[in-house]
């Protein structure tokens, strides 16, 4: 006789006798296991979707009878194990047989627990309903597709916040990117042209974050959103603006496990005070107006240190550069205003009239470790008796040399 048609046979008769008098120590072990979600496979088999979180478990039923000699396989059991879906056990449940009758039906039960899910791959289920000692195609397949549910809020997030990964900002007002991951997989979204947001004249990224979701305390490997807040100035109004483009990646690893890429889409009505106000012809003015040195917009500053923004002036001609947001800014928490001087030029020949620099000191606190948005710096140039200022500068304040950087 066959060895491998003998062992089945007997397998086979020990799960019937098992099921048909429920003995204690296998039914003890089955009910221990409680699952969070369970998916009903018909004896045909079938195409199935599951969706899964972090720290959850599940089962899988499939309707089959093993008194026939065919039982249910988990097909791809080694790839299983070397993923974050782990298979707790598998046994086989027998349909209500009040008359003990042998050749009854049930179910084969996998029961899975799943550990991380953002951020991984999660591997389909695939099984198969066959006869041990056969060589031929199975009879029936089931294809279980595992969804993370980091994944669909991602997914929802992307559709319901920017709708077609395209942003609409307004000038001057900050807008926020929002992407949900998990750092605790070691995967994070950074903004991958950073470089030429940086360079661009029109866009600043002044700020990102990360936000956990509400847990439970002690609860670890819980996900959440990084958020990206940029602004759009009116320079902008009228041009083509740089996409955003993010990945979220693995700092160790050279592929990106998932890609976004945003189009930004200035509101119309926002633009229009700038561009009906742009003079056709610069008229000529008796008048010396000041002129910037530095043509930067970011300025890159390490944390704890003093550093100093300088403008070229001459308050002979009425015009004196002012911080606007100093009361913001005096005993800041991250950036703090220390003051302002003014140097003159040299005059060897003390004559009236000469220029200077207005400098202001700041001195930076904790900005590597901020928890939020670094304030901006806004300056005016203007006479005290006019409300219109000649010349107005903004700066972004930009961490650099910080370890996550």
Same mark, same amino acid.
């Given at each position: 006789?066959?060895?491998?048609?003998?062992?089945?046979?007997?397998?086979?008769?020990?799960?019937?006798?098992?099921?048909?008098?429920?003995?204690?120590?296998?039914?003890?072990?089955?009910?221990?296991?409680?699952?969070?979600?369970?998916?009903?496979?018909?004896?045909?088999?079938?195409?199935?979707?599951?969706?899964?979180?972090?720290?959850?478990?599940?089962?899988?039923?499939?309707?089959?009878?093993?008194? #026939?000699?065919?039982?249910w396989?988990?097909?791809?059991?080694?790839?299983?194990?070397?993923?974050?879906?782990?298979?707790?056990?598998?046994?086989?449940?027998?349909?209500k047989?009040?008359?003990?009758?042998?050749? #009854?039906?049930?179910?084969?039960?996998?029961?899975?627990?799943?550990?991380?899910?953002?951020?991984?791959?999660?591997?389909?289920?695939?099984?198969?309903?066959?006869?041990?000692?056969?060589?031929?195609?199975?009879?029936?397949?089931?294809?279980?597709?595992?969804?993370?549910?980091?994944?669909? !809020?991602?997914?929802?997030?992307?559709?319901?916040?920017?709708?077609?990964?395209?942003? #609409?900002?307004?000038?001057?007002?900050?807008?926020?990117?929002?992407?949900?991951?998990?750092?605790?997989?070691?995967?994070?979204?950074?903004?991958?042209?950073?470089?030429?947001i940086?360079?661009?004249?029109?866009?600043?990224?002044?700020?990102?974050n990360?936000?956990?979701?509400?847990?439970?305390?002690?609860?670890?490997?819980?996900?959440?959103?990084?958020?990206?807040?940029?602004?759009?100035?009116e320079?902008?109004?009228?041009?083509?603006?740089?996409?955003?483009?993010?990945?979220?990646?693995?700092s160790?690893?050279?592929?990106?496990?998932?890609?976004? !890429?945003?189009?930004?889409?200035?509101?119309?009505?926002?633009?229009?005070?700038?561009?009906?106000?742009?003079?056709?012809?610069?008229?000529?003015?008796?008048?010396?107006?000041?002129?910037?040195?530095?043509?930067?917009?970011?300025?890159?500053?390490?944390?704890?240190?003093?550093?100093?923004?300088?403008?070229?002036?001459?308050?002979?001609?009425?015009?004196?550069?002012?911080?606007?947001?100093?009361?913001?800014l005096?005993?800041?928490?991250?950036?703090?205003?220390?003051?302002m001087?003014?140097?003159?030029?040299?005059?060897?020949?003390?004559?009236?009239?000469?220029?200077?620099?207005?400098?202001? #000191?700041?001195?930076?606190?904790?900005?590597?470790?901020r928890?939020?948005?670094?304030?901006?710096?806004?300056?005016?140039?203007?006479?005290?008796?006019?409300?219109?200022?000649?010349?107005?500068?903004?700066?972004?304040?930009?961490?650099?040399?910080?370890?996550?950087?």
């Open positions: 006789m066959n060895s491998k048609f003998y062992i089945s046979t007997l397998a086979i008769l020990f799960l019937a006798i098992v099921n048909a008098l429920r003995i204690p120590i296998i039914s003890d072990l089955i009910d221990k296991f409680k699952s969070d979600k369970s998916i009903d496979v018909p004896q045909k088999g079938g195409e199935y979707d599951l969706d899964v979180a972090a720290n959850s478990s599940f089962s899988i039923n499939l309707a089959g009878n093993p008194t #026939t000699g065919y039982q396989y988990l097909e791809n059991e080694s790839e299983i194990q070397s993923s974050s879906i782990i298979l707790v056990g598998q046994n086989y449940a027998q349909k047989n009040p008359g003990k009758m042998v050749g #009854t039906g049930g179910n084969f039960v996998f029961n899975f627990k799943v550990n991380e899910v953002c951020g991984q791959v999660l591997p389909d289920l695939y099984f198969v309903y066959k006869r041990s000692w056969e060589t031929e195609e199975p009879i029936a397949t089931a294809q279980i597709t595992l969804i993370g549910k980091c994944e669909k !809020e991602q997914k929802k997030m992307m559709m319901e916040a920017q709708g077609d990964s395209v942003v #609409t900002a307004k000038v001057n007002e900050p807008f926020k990117v929002e992407l949900a991951g998990n750092p605790t997989t070691g995967y994070n979204w950074v903004l991958k042209n950073r470089e030429e940086d360079a661009s004249p029109l866009i600043y990224q002044f700020g990102d990360y936000n956990s979701d509400e847990h439970e305390e002690g609860m670890v490997g819980v996900g959440g959103t990084f958020i990206f807040e940029f602004e759009v100035n320079d902008g109004c009228g041009k083509e603006l740089p996409k955003l483009s993010f990945s979220y990646e693995r160790w690893e050279n592929e990106s496990a998932q890609t976004a !890429e945003y189009t930004i889409k200035l509101d119309e009505d926002s633009c229009k005070p700038y561009i009906s106000e742009k003079p056709k012809e610069e008229e000529e003015d008796d008048e010396p107006r000041p002129k910037f040195i530095s043509e930067e917009k970011n300025v890159y500053v390490n944390d704890n240190d003093d550093f100093e923004l300088s403008f070229s002036g001459n308050p002979s001609t009425g015009y004196t550069w002012l911080l606007d947001n100093e009361d913001q005096v005993g800041g928490q991250y950036i703090e205003y220390v003051g001087e003014y140097r003159e030029k040299e005059n060897k020949d003390n004559l009236d009239g000469v220029g200077g620099s207005y400098v202001f #000191t700041f001195k930076a606190h904790g900005i590597c470790n928890n939020g948005l670094l304030p901006k710096l806004y300056f005016v140039n203007k006479r005290e008796w006019e409300t219109e200022s000649a010349q107005e500068l903004r700066f972004i304040v930009v961490p650099k040399n910080c370890e996550h950087n």
